[in-house]
Antibody, heavy 117, light 111 residues
Framework: EVQLWESGGDFTHPGGSLRLSCEAS????????MSWVRQAPGTGLEWVSV????????YYLASVKGRFTISRDSQKNTLYLQMNSLRAEDTAIYYC??????????WGQGTLVTVSS | DIVLTQSPGTLSLSPGERATLSCRAS???????LAWYQQKPGQAPRLLIH???SRATGTPDRFSGSGSGTDFTLTISRLEPEDFAVYYC????????????FGQGTKLEIK
């Protein structure tokens, strides 16, 4: 059974930094493209970033490019999202998801990031 | 970027009724890359349908997806109490860089 456990969400002020982690189990981690999808309070879903199984290819939502960095550690079966220069509009639940053929197959429970002055 | 517009915003129905949810794209979407998700309050979204019409593992057969081009539909044949939730459509575009976009959601509520 695929399991994804996010952690690292917290409260921070604008301009602050956080690193989210997602521990994966139940599947061969390196076989899967992984992504982060976020959901601001009371709103819909927004894709944030994606990384290939090998970790060599990454893409970002335009509004986070240059501020967020996605990475993965195959030894630890863990996905990361380093978030710098955080803004109020980055406030959201961040979900770790597996990606298959362009859709989001398995989802973690999410971790809440709150950015406020 | 392709914009997905879901309608209606809210759908009020009773258990046992049929639900029809619409997802319209601003440009043609490959049927391979259209998916539907269900989200209940306080929970993560769950994949229901991928490839426009293929049920994900564990999706009951009362859920069906259809459509092509710019118009896609999620149909729930007979609503069960556990089906009342928010539903999102999602598309993938694999041009120069990948694009993943979601519709704004349809809330299916008990009438």
């Amino acid at each position: 059974e695929v399991q994804l456990w996010e952690s690292g969400g917290d409260f921070t002020h604008p301009g602050g930094s956080l690193r989210l982690s997602c521990e994966a189990s139940g599947f061969r981690f390196t076989d899967y493209t992984m992504s982060w999808v976020r959901q601001a309070p009371g709103t819909g879903l927004e894709w944030v970033s994606v990384i290939s199984g090998s970790g060599t290819t990454t893409y970002y939502l335009a509004s986070v490019k240059g501020r967020f960095t996605i990475s993965r550690d195959s030894q630890k079966n863990t996905l990361y999202l380093q978030m710098n220069s955080l803004r109020a509009e980055d406030t959201a639940i961040y979900y770790c998801v597996t990606v298959l053929n362009g859709y989001f197959e398995s989802w973690g429970q999410g971790t809440l990031v709150t950015v406020s002055s | 970027d392709i914009v997905l517009t879901q309608s209606p915003g809210t759908l009020s129905l009773s258990p046992g009724e049929r639900a029809t949810l619409s997802c319209r794209a601003s440009q043609s979407v490959s049927t391979n890359y259209l998916a539907w998700y269900q989200q209940k309050p306080g929970q993560a979204p769950r994949l229901l349908i991928h490839g426009a019409s293929s049920r994900a593992t564990g999706t009951p057969d009362r859920f069906s997806g259809s459509g092509s081009g710019t118009d896609f539909t999620l149909t729930i044949s007979r609503l069960e109490p556990e089906d009342f939730a928010v539903y999102y459509c999602q598309q993938f575009g694999n041009g120069n860089s990948p694009r993943y976009g979601f519709g704004q959601g349809t809330k299916l509520e008990i009438k």
